[in-house]
């Protein structure tokens, strides 16, 4: 497979959210605006990414056997770090994302691409992959973000877009909002690409 | 009285699935029958109030006194992978009849976050051991609440005529939203 057919892969054909639909819990919980929907896209990436490289690198020595806890130590290293890099160095970002960030260890788009892809090629492929799809994701965390966020709050990342007499759609930022917008925006991706394959 | 109202908080008003969007991810692939959905809502109750139970001890008898705190995410996947590897193992040995019936969910509960969030959120609340118990217990109840009437909503959703392009996830995830809206009636209910 061509690099570029990969990478594209992992935003469109194969997105993590949008048509896999792994990992929904920090996808639902924390859209409430688009900057925290960015900040847990790109720690997704980071994570996603490096535990990609290690596991790509390391997978002659990891006997088969004990391959899925190797795996999960990897990416809990991983997102230890990302953990302790936000505390330092954007503590606001860290204290609006709350639990979701250890949560990343969980979260089974990485532990997917780790036994699909990372643990059958090379280091380089594996590094594309990891950012194709750690891009989809961001992708549709600003989708998914930024509506919630016009919606409930009449702004997008702080600033106004909608004027004054805009009366918030409370219900967009509130738990069920989360779901019924995805669920719509679900099914908007499964019509176009009916749409694109009729 | 503060226990049994931080119970009918953490089971209903703060539901895990409903408004804390925790274990999203079982929630939607494993409600498509009532009984299953039933199974997987009791193994879940059994493996999140053991190892609430453990990594409470671990992180206050191990990783306080050792000045670990850091290394919390690491030692907690690790022990719950562990944990649902051992009680498979003694399920098998000693409850086969048990097993038969939650043997299939057990390994999927690894993967489930609602059981690395309730021992982190027992940890960033600095509940008392007592305490974490309680919120364990109800958290997880309110999963097993969450996901059997899920399965009953859905079970009639099959059976709708629905636009071919929001069947399956799509039109799950809009029920969970409706379902969702009953359960904010819940927020602000004091005891």
Same mark, same amino acid.
Not at chain 2, 106 to 123: E, R
Not at chain 2, 148 to 163: C, E, I, M
């Given at each position: ?32 605006? !688009? ?17 990609? #490289? ?7 020595? *990891?006997?088969?056997? +004990? ?21 330092? $160095?954007?503590?606001?970002? $860290?204290?609006? !994302? ?12 990485? =532990? ?28 549709? /965390?600003? =989708? ?6 016009? =919606?409930? %709050? ?6 106004? #877009? &909608? ?7 409370? /219900? ?24 694109? %394959?009729? | /009285?503060?226990?049994?109202? &931080? ?8 539901? *895990? ?10 929630? @939607? ?15 879940? *109750?059994?493996?999140?109030? @053991?190892?609430?139970? #453990? ?27 562990? !944990?649902?590897?051992?009680?498979? /193992? ?18 999927? *509960? ?5 059981? !690395? ?12 051991? +007592? ?13 097993? =609440? ?12 099959? $059976? ?5 392009? &929001? ?23 004091? @005891?």
């Amino acid at each position: 497979m061509n690099k570029l057919q990969i990478f594209k892969n992992g935003v469109t054909t194969e997105n993590p959210i949008l048509v896999q639909q792994v990992g929904m819990c920090a996808t639902l919980a924390i859209t409430t605006s !688009l900057i925290n929907g960015i900040g847990m896209g790109v720690a997704v990436i980071a994570v996603l990414t490096g535990s990609n #490289i290690v596991i790509s690198a390391l997978r002659k020595y *990891i006997p088969d056997e +004990v391959r899925i806890p190797a795996f999960v130590i990897i990416i809990a290293a991983f997102t230890t770090i990302i953990d302790l890099l936000m505390h330092a $160095y954007t503590f606001a970002l $860290y204290q609006a !994302l709350g639990v979701f960030i250890p949560l990343i260890v969980v979260n089974c788009i990485i =532990l997917a691409r780790a036994e699909a892809f990372a643990f059958k090629n090379g280091i380089l492929d594996s590094t594309i992959d990891g950012l194709g799809m750690g891009v989809g994701y961001l992708v549709a /965390m600003i =989708l998914l973000s930024s509506i919630r966020e016009i =919606l409930g %709050n009449g702004t997008i990342l702080g600033l106004r #877009i &909608l004027p004054e007499a805009y009366e918030p759609m409370m /219900m967009a930022i509130q738990p069920p909002g989360a779901f019924i917008i995805l669920g719509l925006l679900i099914g908007f991706v499964n019509y176009l690409s009916r749409r694109k %394959n009729a | /009285m503060e226990l049994v109202s &931080l119970f009918i908080t953490s089971f209903i008003v703060n539901n *895990i699935i409903f408004m804390q969007f925790l274990g999203t991810c079982p929630f @939607l692939g494993v409600s498509k029958k009532i009984d299953t959905a039933a199974g997987m809502g009791i193994a879940v *109750i059994f493996v999140i109030t @053991l190892a609430s139970i #453990i990594t409470y001890i671990v992180h206050h008898a191990i990783l306080v006194p050792l000045e670990l705190e850091y290394l919390q995410t690491i030692v907690f996947i690790l022990i719950i992978a562990a !944990l649902v590897q051992f009680v498979e /193992m003694f399920l098998k040995k000693s409850a086969p009849g048990l097993y038969q019936a939650l043997g299939i969910f057990l390994p999927l *509960i690894t993967t489930n976050c609602a059981v !690395l969030g309730v021992a982190i959120n027992n940890i960033i609340y600095e509940y008392s051991f +007592v305490k974490s118990l309680v919120y364990s217990v109800g958290t997880s109840s309110g999963f097993l =609440l969450a996901i059997v009437l899920f399965a009953g909503v859905r079970d009639k959703v099959d $059976y709708a005529d629905l636009p071919e392009s &929001l069947k399956g996830s799509a039109i799950s995830l809009i029920t969970a939203g409706l379902m969702s809206v009953a359960f904010l009636g819940f927020s602000g209910l004091q @005891l």
